[in-house]
């Protein structure tokens, strides 16, 4: 019997030349990381077990994102915390302000995830690395500490959905965005629940490895243990001068065992919204009725690359924000940054009234830099819109892609790139 990429890296990971879905393993880890939220409470948990030292210093990734430039004293705190820790056991990847980004769009970036890889990271948002073809999935604080002390982890292996997308012609504006939150509409927020979500087509294979980042990141959001695309040569050109370490692609075998297989038209989907305040209440744009917005976010670990700041700056050339919004821009990397300014965006984004930050998830998890107060609307590119994810708890959350995101902040409402041009 056939295995899935998923199993097939699970196996190679466990010493075993295969495993089945149910099963408990112990694996070995590539890479664990963490950032400011999280790291402070595996260093507790991994000082409390009198191991001396980590299990491999360049296997671990230390990334201070999220209240970054810290915000208060407690968040201060918290980065000294992990500053310390980086020093003291002289772990090679610890990424400081300044020379720093969103982790989820830095460890792509700097070579550190790559395929055939088993990777773990005390955030949920860690499945985004499955789309070089590498397992990756989100554990807790205890766990991350267990492994950065043992370079194992414990895992039960996940049946695999099989999600086709097919078809060579796209609708306008387009994106992994809105793919993965039109499949998130249609099986819902625990319509994956601890199953991978291997994604394949012919649209999936037409997408950028931006594209796939994007979607990857959101397997959580239907609940996946992880989301994971089969490497090919756009793969291989991403990773290639990228790496830092030998990487191995894996395939799925034709007479590998899916637990569902769902297939969908490309040209049936157009840019979608996620309505508050859950990623599941998805409509297509066109839908979405007359809704006034007061603050537009793009970046996040799901939208602040390159590739989204190009879409975005595209849509605002030559126009203005509604001047009730807010926009606010924030690539993902100073890598990102720096690129985004050679080639005039911030220009762009400045000219056309929005806020440039540095790199940090901000305002994704209502941290600092675009907090919501009671009653106010964003319709933002990141990936969660539950109650109060960005603020007050009676504000509302709209999940779409940059396109989207960047007219409605033109039109001062919900609104498609096609009524800005």
């Not at 998923?6 to 070995?28: F, M, N, Q, W, Y």
């Not at 690395?129 to 766990?143: E, I, N, P, R």
């Not at 649209?203 to 990141?217: I, W």
């Not at 107060?373 to 007050?392: I, L, P, W």
Request: glycine share 10%.
């Amino acid at each position: 019997m056939g295995m899935t990429i998923t199993e097939k890296i699970l196996a190679a990971h466990c010493g075993r030349d295969r495993v089945v879905p149910g099963e408990l393993i112990s694996s070995r880890v590539d890479l664990a990381l963490a950032n400011d939220i999280t790291a402070p409470i595996a260093i507790a948990e991994f000082n409390r077990s009198g191991v001396e030292q980590v299990f491999d210093r360049d296997r671990i990734a230390l990334v201070p994102d999220h209240f970054t430039p810290n915000k208060d004293i407690r968040s201060a705190e918290q980065a000294l915390i992990m500053r310390q820790f980086a020093r003291r056991h002289r772990i090679t990847h610890y990424f400081e302000i300044g020379r720093m980004g969103i982790e989820h769009c830095l460890l792509p970036q700097e070579g550190l995830v790559l395929p055939g890889d088993l990777i773990i990271g005390a955030d949920s948002h860690t499945c985004t690395y499955g789309a070089l073809g590498a397992f990756a999935t989100g554990v807790g604080s205890t766990d991350l500490a267990a492994a950065m002390a043992t370079g194992e982890v414990w895992l039960r292996v996940p049946e695999t959905i099989k999600v086709v997308f097919k078809g060579t012609e796209w609708q306008r504006w387009v994106g992994g965005k809105d793919l993965i939150l039109y499949l998130i509409g249609k099986i819902g927020v625990d319509g994956a629940l601890y199953r991978a979500l291997e994604f394949t087509g012919e649209a999936v294979a037409a997408l950028s490895l931006e594209g796939r980042l994007t979607m990857a990141n959101m397997a959580i959001e239907a609940g996946a243990k992880n989301g994971i695309f089969a490497p090919d040569e756009k793969t291989e050109v991403y990773v290639m001068e990228r790496a830092r370490r030998p990487y191995r692609f894996y395939r799925s075998d034709q007479e590998a065992r899916y637990s569902e297989v769902l297939e969908f038209d490309i040209g049936a989907i157009e840019p979608q919204v996620a309505f508050p305040h859950l990623p599941e209440n998805v409509r297509p744009v066109s839908e979405a009725g007359t809704v006034q917005i007061d603050q537009a976010v793009i970046g996040s670990c799901t939208n602040g690359r390159i590739e989204d700041l190009r879409q975005a700056a595209g849509i605002l050339r030559g126009k203005r924000v509604d001047s009730r919004v807010r926009l606010i821009v924030i690539p993902g990397t100073q890598e990102i940054y720096r690129q985004a300014l050679t080639e005039g965006l911030l220009e762009i984004f400045i000219e056309a009234g929005a806020a440039v930050s540095t790199p940090t998830c901000g305002p994704c998890l209502g941290g600092h830099m675009g907090v919501l107060a009671r009653g106010e609307k964003a319709v933002s590119t990141t990936n969660r819109n539950f109650a109060g994810r960005m603020g007050h708890p009676e504000s509302e959350i709209y999940l779409s892609g940059p396109a989207v995101a960047a007219a409605s902040a033109i039109l001062g409402r919900l609104g498609g790139p096609g009524e800005v041009e």
